[in-house]
């Protein structure tokens, strides 16, 4: 018989032991080894059969084991210094605290977090990143309060068929038998978070508490007995369901997620948070719910949303238009209309939130741009992406003006760098993770040691992809007797190449086979072989990227290669940190630019590894010629087969003559000191760069702190600032059509324009009903192509000389001839104001009717 019900019934520790449970609860262990090592010791045999589960080894370790350790004075020292080490790091003042005007508290929604394989509420990058985030942020101080959905199944767990194809299996998850607490009242009641839904029907969700360093993430959960079964399964899965499925767990992240963050702090006492970053557009109704409070207190909807802009940022996490969510904008109107609609906030405002270019549609990243200030891409390239992506939404702005900024993802080198590594670092480099300075220390460790630590790494790899190799095998129906071979699968002496993400076309998992024969010449080769590890999940509904994981598995299930190629499948963090650590190569080959970051190959460079990647994301800003290498992108070639044949053959010649080479490239020592010179070069020149401290430090200082800023001026004395913008920019936006360039004369060129002079232009603005100081003039002026475009625009502001009677005013200034070749300039009329954040924000510019004053001249 089956049970109808789960649930874990966790055991009453002693008191001396209480401090364990401390530990156990906050998720801190994950990246502390020395904490891990005392779970270790409590049960050593349970702590490897419950794969490293704190919560699941206090649930299944005996209470003799237990009442003997109480009485044990050695470990209860350790238990009390691991408790004191972990009172001190919640506590003690870090970077953030000595900031100035830092925000008081920063809300930060995401729809997944990779936090450990222990809490399984994640699918693939966009979670990860959002896991390293709180983790950075805990270890800096950043006072973070964050929001996700508990998701009782997960994401999902993946098989192989015996043909190879993928398979989903969806475990139920007890959050009592997780690193969780149940948010409650003070009368000891749990919080209930409600949202009307249509027809009167009410969604209600409780609310877990996970404690990740000193980061609370508030996990929302719709399991509770209040909700109807279609209610109750609304956090199911991740990224299950349909559009209706997915509409209401994204009300449930953002409305439900600030009610939960309101609910909290009124319990606990910890302060509100003055900026709210929403993390992709899933949570872009959280700005709606702010706007509802806002109105509900007396401001306008222009007022409220003017206050609720200045404390949001906006991160865009995909350059694919499919990965953005969009939703029906009837489904919408149904939502927010009628019976359930909000009295101060009407539908047709919302509406127009999420309005874009194709009618009936309601996209959630345009909502997120328009509710958020400050908005950014994830590396320089994916910024560029995403300008040329969203341009429509602020049109006629060249795309270099679309305000949409870049902070390249990190990574958290405690979570990712192999444990062997960090001691290290600890030991010779003590400031090197903590501060990120002193990487170029790393000259300093000998071959020896970095060879001998990338060899350990390597060897646990391989000793690990032996045992899920195995079981793989077993659950595709072979029998233990014909699995003898995998006892010499993979070689922990061979050159070992690494493949792992999720398996979306653009990836181009199968990118490798393009060339069969020549693949197997390389895994066979007698000199220099090669081997690779590859893992990755498609979507449970991507009946593509299915395929290409079971064109993957037929291939390394052939007989000849299968013990140099091997697909480990159900990808998860535990393995992921295994790969990034054990693998000497890690291979990355999307369609450019179509990655938006792709941060493993990050971790990978962390421990030593060296990366073998198209020129995509984080990868194309820094790679620098020798701290890896690039695959050549063939980007003109328009047929997709064509492509992939040309950059799959580049892929293989890297391999086999510039990788391979270099690998087995050793002298009578046997080390291979060409292969650790780029390993050191590699270290030393992206190590400061792509850890998640730098990204988290970045966040602070280009986006929290201007966010908090703002909106610590737009609320103050009772929202005073947010009326008065809201007012201009109504004012501005009505009388916007009456603006107008009307007359621009250029003086001092002379008859032969030469480098160093200055062009003198005045411009004739009509006003409308605007004030010259609701307006910036500016000149754009440099390089024109052959249609008279400026190319890479510079900008001057021009001054206001005089103001008539009749509406208009002159307004002059001076250009720059600061370069050879074909010169052009233009004047634009931009909105001004203290307020914006950008010229674009308003999304309105006057040019001239005719080009006004182009010189296309020669300058000498």
């Not at 009300?251 to 309101?262: C, K, N, Q, Y």
């Not at 865009?316 to 238009?321: D, F, G």
């Not at 903590?434 to 220390?441: C, L």
């Amino acid at each position: 018989m089956r049970a109808i019900r789960r649930f874990t019934v966790r055991t009453v520790l002693p008191s001396e032991l209480a401090s364990l449970g401390e530990l156990v609860q906050n998720l801190r262990w994950s990246w502390h080894p020395e904490t891990l090592d005392l779970f270790a010791e409590v049960d050593p045999v349970t702590w490897e059969r419950v794969g490293h589960d704190p919560v699941a080894l206090l649930g299944a370790v005996e209470p003799e084991r237990l009442r003997e350790l109480a009485a044990d004075r050695r470990f209860l020292r350790r238990l009390a210094d691991a408790a004191d080490d972990l009172r001190e790091y919640m506590t003690a003042p870090r970077w953030y605290q000595s900031l100035p005007d830092a925000a008081r508290a920063i809300g930060y929604f995401s729809p997944e977090y990779g936090i450990a394989a222990a809490l399984p509420q994640y699918s693939g990058g966009l979670g990860i990143l959002a896991g390293d985030h709180l983790k950075a942020a805990s270890d800096l101080g950043v006072p973070i309060l964050a929001v996700g959905l508990l998701y009782r199944h997960g994401y999902f767990t993946q098989s192989l068929s015996p043909e190879g194809w993928q398979l989903e299996h969806y475990p139920s998850l007890d959050p009592g038998g997780l690193p969780l607490t149940l948010l409650k009242e003070e009368d000891g009641t749990p919080v209930r978070i409600r949202i009307g839904l249509p027809e009167h029907r009410v969604l209600h969700a409780q609310v877990w508490v996970a404690q990740v360093g000193r980061v609370p993430l508030l996990l929302l959960d719709s399991d509770v007995a209040e909700n109807d079964n279609a209610a109750r399964d609304v956090t199911d899965r991740l990224y299950g369901g349909g559009t209706d499925h997915r509409l209401k767990q994204e009300l449930l992240l953002g409305i439900g997620g600030v009610r939960a963050i309101r609910a909290y702090c009124r319990s606990t006492g910890h302060p509100e948070p003055e900026v709210f970053h929403t993390n992709e557009g899933h949570a872009g109704f959280l700005g709606l719910e702010r706007i509802r409070e806002l109105t509900e207190a007396r401001l306008s909807f222009e007022e409220a949303l003017e206050a609720v802009r200045a404390g949001t940022v906006f991160t865009t996490h995909t350059p694919v238009p499919a990965g953005i969510d969009r939703f029906p904008t009837e489904l919408i109107a149904r939502q927010f209309g009628g019976e359930n609609s909000w009295p101060t906030v009407p539908v047709d405002r919302i509406l127009a939130l999420g309005a874009e270019e194709e009618p009936g549609k309601f996209n959630m990243a345009a909502m997120g741009m328009r509710l958020a200030q400050r908005v950014n891409g994830v590396s320089e390239l994916h910024g560029e992406v995403s300008r040329e992506m969203f341009q429509g939404l602020w049109p006629g702005f060249d795309v270099a003006e679309v305000p949409i900024g870049s902070i390249t993802n990190g990574v958290h080198a405690p979570t990712w760098v192999g444990r062997e590594i960090m001691e290290l670092a600890g030991r010779e480099l003590p400031s090197l993770v903590d501060r990120a300075q002193g990487w170029e220390g790393v000259s300093k460790i000998s071959d020896e040691e970095i060879w001998g630590i990338r060899g350990r790494l390597r060897a646990r790899l391989v000793e690990a992809a032996r045992v899920r190799l195995r079981r793989s095998w077993m659950d595709r129906g072979a029998s233990a007797a014909e699995l003898g071979w995998i006892d010499d699968a993979l070689d922990p002496e061979v050159l070992t190449i690494g493949f792992a993400r999720r398996v979306p076309s653009y990836k181009r998992l199968t990118l490798m086979l393009s060339d069969p024969v020549r693949l197997r010449g390389l895994l066979l080769d007698p000199d220099k072989p090669v081997q690779i590890v590859i893992a990755g999940k498609a979507h449970p509904a991507d009946e593509g990227g299915k395929k290409l994981i079971q064109q993957i598995v037929k291939f390394a299930d052939q007989e000849s290669v299968r013990h140099r190629i091997v697909f480990l499948p159900d990808y998860d963090m535990a393995l992921g940190q295994l790969m990034v650590q054990g693998c000497d190569v890690w291979m990355n080959n999307p369609l450019r630019p179509l990655e938006a970051c792709g941060t493993s190959g990050m971790k990978a460079a962390l421990n030593g590894g060296l990366n073998l990647s198209i020129r995509d994301g984080w990868w194309d800003e820094w790679y620098d010629g020798t701290n890896g290498w690039a695959v050549p992108t063939a980007d003109g070639v328009a047929d997709p087969d064509r492509r992939d044949e040309l950059e799959a053959g580049a892929l293989y010649d890297l391999i086999d003559h510039e990788v391979a080479d270099r690998f087995y490239d050793r002298p009578a020592d046997g080390l291979p000191r060409r292969w650790l010179e780029m390993v050191r070069h590699t270290l030393s020149s992206l190590g400061p760069k792509v850890l998640a401290g730098r990204m988290l430090r970045d966040y602070v200082v280009g986006l929290y702190t201007p966010a908090a800023k703002s909106a610590r001026v737009l609320t103050a004395d009772g929202n005073e600032q947010a009326k008065g913008f809201a007012a201009w920019k109504l004012r501005v936006g009505r009388a916007w059509p009456g603006v107008r360039v009307e007359h621009v004369e250029a003086a001092g060129l002379g008859d032969t324009p030469e480098v160093g002079a200055a062009l003198e232009l005045r411009a004739t603005i009509a006003l409308g009903e605007l004030e010259p100081g609701d307006i910036q003039v500016q000149a754009a002026y440099g390089r024109v192509g052959l249609h008279d475009e400026l190319v890479s625009p510079a900008y001057s502001s021009l001054s206001v000389e005089s103001e008539g009677d009749d509406g208009r005013a002159v307004f002059s200034g001076t250009i720059p001839l600061v370069r050879t070749g074909a010169f052009g300039y233009t004047v634009r009329v931009v909105p001004a104001h203290p307020l914006m954040a950008a010229s674009a924000e308003l999304g309105l510019i006057a040019v001239p009717e005719e080009p006004a004053g182009m010189t296309n001249g020669t300058l000498r």
